[in-house]
């Protein structure tokens, strides 16, 4: 158990909707990462928060956005949903100069 | 931009043979390197770093060599098992914030 919580596991939705995913980090750190992963595709980095700030982003669409709260967890939101938006979606966390430590995934299907 | 890649899309080995997964970088500058470990279903898990100012680091049953003249990166595990069937990843990072990862190898362990 890598100590990092997402939920939902499973989200199963249509075109057009909007949904929020979840992730609580390990304790004390303080940085979250946003992954995609497309079937047998490697991992695609969306956006990083670091103490509740956006410290980077990588190559996620307008469509999506994310945030990190005073308790350090964050949630990532993906509207006007499409069915190449399919895909695991990890967070992974950590502190400074350590290792990324990622969560189980939600699975998102969008039919 | 960063490009880490990995030499072979699928590697099959039988049971109690050494098995050598291996990966290229391309930014010189990354001093940071790390594998992961995916089972199906499950997120990435941490299994074994090296820092740039290191040639090779052994955990149990995995070592990592770090060639940083020909920018390579391998991870070597010693007696594998059925259990080791997954996916690995390897990855690099220049600044400790963006990681940025391999497309992945898929290790079959032949019983």
């Known amino acids: 158990d890598s100590g990092v919580t997402q939920t939902p596991k499973h989200l199963i939705t249509a075109t057009g909707q909007r949904v929020t995913l979840r992730c609580s980090p390990r304790?004390?750190?303080?940085?979250v990462y946003w992954y995609q992963q497309s079937l047998d595709q490697g991992l695609q980095f969306l956006i990083q928060y670091y103490n509740g700030e956006e410290r980077a982003k990588g190559n996620i669409l307008e469509r999506f956005s994310a945030q990190q709260f005073p308790d350090l967890h964050s949630e990532l939101n993906l509207s006007s949903l499409e069915l190449g938006d399919s895909a695991l979606y990890f967070c992974?966390?950590?502190?400074?100069?350590?290792?990324?430590?990622f969560g189980n995934g939600t699975r998102l299907t969008v039919t | 931009g960063e490009s880490v890649g990995l030499h072979l899309p699928t590697l099959s080995v039988q049971e109690g043979d050494n098995s050598i997964i291996n990966c290229a970088y391309s930014n010189s500058a990354s001093d940071y390197f790390i594998w992961y470990k995916q089972e199906s279903g499950k997120g990435p898990q941490f299994i074994i770093d090296i820092r740039s100012n290191m040639d090779k680091r052994q955990g149990q049953r995995v070592t990592v060599l770090l060639n940083k003249t020909v920018k390579h990166l391998s991870l070597q595990i010693a007696a594998t098992q059925p259990g080791d069937s997954a996916v690995y990843f390897c990855a690099e990072t220049n600044t400790g914030n963006q990681f940025y990862f391999g497309t992945g190898t898929s290790l079959t362990v032949i019983p």
């Open positions: 992974a966390t950590n502190r400074p100069g350590s290792p990324l430590h």
């Open positions: 304790s004390g750190d303080l940085s």
